[in-house]
């Protein structure tokens, strides 16, 4: 029984945590503009960014419901995609706020095992 709370518990944060952070992203939202020029992604790409955040987020619910894997594919992409923004902090040196990408990255894989064991 608590290994399927910890399962809901996670899964359901990443989503949440994760379709929260595309909409800076959608709008976009002075702090995400800044970031995004101090680690140099253009701002032409923050709506593609936002709309993979956001189909993450929906897989994993999606998984939740029954589609286990399009759960786990959203799982293994996010999972890359954080992988990818860390890079990106990490290429450009920036290293006062990577903590974020890398919560996100630590919850979108905890999200994957969590699916790929239940």
């Known amino acids: 029984m608590s290994i399927d709370i910890a399962y809901l518990l996670v899964?359901?944060?990443t989503?949440?945590?994760t379709a929260g952070i595309a909409v800076p992203d959608l709008i976009p939202a002075g702090f995400?503009?800044?970031?995004?020029?101090?680690?140099g992604v253009p701002r032409s790409w923050l709506p593609t960014l936002a709309t993979l955040k956001l189909a993450g987020a929906g897989g994993l619910?999606?998984?939740l419901l029954g589609l286990k894997a399009l759960g786990i594919a959203a799982a293994i992409g996010l999972t890359g995609y954080f992988v990818g923004a860390v890079i990106v902090h990490v290429r450009a040196r920036v290293f006062a706020n990577i903590a974020f990408p890398g919560g996100y990255l630590v919850l979108s894989a905890?999200?994957?095992?969590?699916?790929?064991r239940h």
């Open 61 to 63: 619910v999606v998984g």
């Open 32 to 39: 995400v503009l800044a970031n995004s020029a101090r680690v």
């Open 11 to 13: 899964i359901v944060t």
């Open 110 to 116: 905890a999200s994957l095992v969590l699916m790929l």
């Open 15 to 17: 989503a949440i945590l």
